[in-house]
């Protein structure tokens, strides 16, 4: 792909090279718009899902590059980094149009993921995870709907923040659900995330902070064996250094009945498959694209949903988000491991989401941030098996700033 950029704002250089051990990168390409600013130090990727003036937003699938012309602009937040001073080098892999969680795409590999070499990324942003985990870029740009950001910056061994829905423009950006739909990035560190996400969202980064630790039970009840044994350690020192205590969120979504976290998923899946279908099914349908296996089976899911079931989701919907909003206060910080397991291998997963228990159990903790439009980190915090699992922090709505402070507070704490 001819990595020039036609713009004459817009310095490109087409002899900077990448390096291609990582499969992290599509497309390679140095553009700079400013020689100052809050970023200027930094470089960064975008996801094959976020537009880049003169390039051609393939959203990992090469017949949707085929069919789609370049960018005449960049997305909103490619040029608020731009911007401020950072160098943007390239367009990193992503699983087709997104919808996917593995980082395994059919046609572009899969990125490789330099915590755990024989296990997946995580998806759909695994270029993005996977060019930071390995040094190639500062920070980068990916989208969260259904857990895009947070799953392989834990997959990863990196940070990850998907913002307070709305919070930052997704003007420029290919939706996929757009009830859910974010843009948030990845950095090897806080002090980094915290810069990139305060010039995102527009906020001042708040002074050291105090805040409630809120151990969810049913976060750690419902991890493996060996991911709960791992945070042993973690949840004493969090104990010993913030206000905490243990909630469940039987006490707020009141199904007592429920067991785990499954019915926040049962609740999220319905809405995000139908916006899904709603949103690209008509390209779908129209141009018959070739899609690899896993995308393929998770379109005709979408297609397939009863639809009948929205109405009562919808209205579950409005009571979650409502009830957590009554209990969790400004001060107040959710947290659990972002995922139940590490990685899975590569190649080991099957192709249907609805079959086995991985999907569901992932899409049970990363259902709670999007139907109730939370800003959510996921951080560095243990290895299992040999490979890491992050600790996930979330605030109120809006609470985007607090979050950012609480979550270099408990970095520390984890860090001696």
């Not at 915590?115 to 740009?141: I, K, N, Q, T, W």
Request: charged share 20%; aromatic share 6%; glycine share 10%.
């Amino acid at each position: 792909m001819d990595s020039s950029c036609r713009f004459p704002n817009y310095r490109s250089s087409q002899t900077f090279r990448m390096p291609e051990s990582s499969r992290s990168f599509l497309a390679q390409m140095e553009i700079r718009a400013a020689v100052t600013g809050p970023l200027v130090d930094l470089s960064f990727g975008v996801k094959d899902l976020i537009d880049i003036a003169g390039h051609v937003t393939g959203c990992a699938n090469p017949d949707w590059a085929r069919s789609h012309p370049p960018a005449v602009a960049h997305a909103v937040c490619v040029e608020q980094c731009l911007q401020a001073g950072a160098v943007c080098l390239g367009k990193t892999c992503a699983d087709e149009l997104a919808f996917g969680l593995t980082g395994e795409n059919a046609f572009y590999g899969t990125p490789l993921n330099p915590a755990a070499p024989d296990r997946v990324p995580g998806g759909s942003s695994s270029g993005s995870a996977v060019a930071v985990a390995a040094g190639e870029v500062d920070f980068a740009l990916g989208t969260d709907t259904a857990g895009s950001i947070r799953l392989p910056a834990s997959n990863c061994g990196i940070w990850g923040m998907r913002p307070s829905h709305g919070g930052v423009s997704v003007a420029g950006v290919n939706p996929l659900a757009p009830g859910f739909d974010t843009v948030g990035a990845f950095a090897r560190n806080g002090e980094t995330l915290q810069r990139v996400m305060s010039l995102l969202l527009n906020v001042d980064p708040l002074p050291t902070v105090s805040g409630r630790l809120w151990l969810l039970q049913e976060g750690f009840d419902a991890a493996e064996p060996a991911v709960r044994k791992a945070f042993g350690p973690v949840l004493k020192r969090l104990a010993g250094s913030f206000p905490s205590r243990e909630i469940s969120l039987r006490s707020i979504d009141g199904e007592a009945g429920v067991s785990g976290m499954d019915n926040w998923r049962q609740v999220f899946q319905p809405i995000q498959w139908a916006e899904i279908w709603s949103t690209l099914g008509t390209w779908i349908e129209s141009a018959r694209p070739a899609l690899g296996e896993r995308t393929r089976r998770n379109f005709e899911l979408a297609k397939g949903l009863d639809r009948r079931l929205l109405p009562a989701a919808l209205a579950r919907r409005e009571r979650y988000r409502a009830a957590l909003a009554r209990v969790l206060g400004p001060e107040d910080v959710i947290c659990f491991p972002t995922v139940h397991a590490p990685a899975p291998l590569k190649g080991s997963l099957g192709l249907d989401r609805t079959q086995g228990d991985y999907f569901p159990r992932v899409l049970a903790r990363m259902a709670i941030a999007g139907i109730c439009r939370l800003p959510q980190i996921s951080l560095p915090a243990v290895e299992v098996e040999g490979a890491p699992v992050g600790l996930s922090l979330l605030a109120a709505e809006g609470n985007d700033a607090f979050l950012m402070a609480v979550a270099q507070e408990v970095a520390v704490v984890l860090d001696d």
